[in-house]
């Protein structure tokens, strides 16, 4: 398994503003994937976080919108950016070893709420 | 895209009390995944399942693949309190294509209340 932090882990923004949100893990993993999970939803993928290229969208999320970064194996960071009300979300990080376990971690989330 | 289908959407139920709660697939499924979710905040990992027919367990929790691949199924047996919460199942769809794995679809989700 693993240790994973997401900082912060709740925040309340105006709209119009961004939020950086991190994710950090205690090992060296594979894949890093962000996740949303708006009020009363389920989880959608938005992205999955590339070491050392651009991330990889899924279709409605857009680079513009949710910037991400991976700088190593074992951090990543997702801007929400220019934010309205319906942002309001967790927003989850995950991260898996490899197809070697298959398993799949998730962080402990960052709850934002936009005003 | 892969659609999972969680039933019941939630279940009340007695501390000590067997429950069972299904997830099914429109399509086969390549990989399936158990998780726990506290309410507001991350996934707890429960459980994957591979192989039609496959079986794991760990403490009071069993979850299975029918041999299809296209339904599981998530068994407590004398639930407790701290059984309750959101479970969801996840699917991976690395059959799709080599591009596709670890992108997981997951179902709406099952509220667990247990009375003590």
């Known amino acids: 398994s693993a240790v994973i932090s997401q900082k912060p882990s709740r925040d309340i923004c105006q709209r119009g503003t961004s939020l950086t949100i991190q994710c950090q893990v205690d090992s060296q993993v594979t894949m890093m994937f962000w996740y949303r999970q708006q009020p009363g939803q389920s989880l959608t993928l938005i992205a999955t976080a590339n070491q050392g290229s651009e991330a990889t969208y899924e279709s409605g999320f857009v680079i513009d919108k949710f910037p991400i970064s991976r700088p190593n194996l074992t951090f990543s960071t997702l801007t929400v950016s220019n934010m309205s009300p319906e942002d309001s979300s967790i927003y989850l990080c995950?991260?898996?070893?490899?197809?070697?376990?298959?398993?799949?971690?998730f962080g402990p989330g960052t709850r934002l709420t936009v005003t | 895209s892969q659609e999972l289908e969680q039933s019941p959407q939630s279940l009340i139920v007695q501390e000590g009390k067997n429950l069972t709660i299904n997830c099914t697939s429109s399509?086969?499924?390549?990989?399936l995944y158990w998780y726990k979710q506290k309410y507001g905040e991350g996934l707890i990992f429960l459980m994957m399942?591979?192989?039609?027919?496959e079986e794991k367990s760990h403490e009071k929790i069993t979850a299975k693949l029918d041999e299809k691949k296209q339904q599981s199924s998530l068994h407590i047996t004398a639930s407790q309190p701290s059984h309750a919460g959101i479970y969801l199942c996840g699917a991976d769809p690395a059959g799709a294509g080599g591009t596709s794995y670890g992108k997981l679809t997951f179902g709406q989700g099952t509220i667990l209340t247990v009375h003590p």
């Open positions: 399509k086969t499924l390549y990989g």
């Open positions: 399942l591979q192989k039609g027919g």
């Open positions: 995950s991260v898996e070893f490899g197809r070697q376990t298959y398993e799949q971690y």
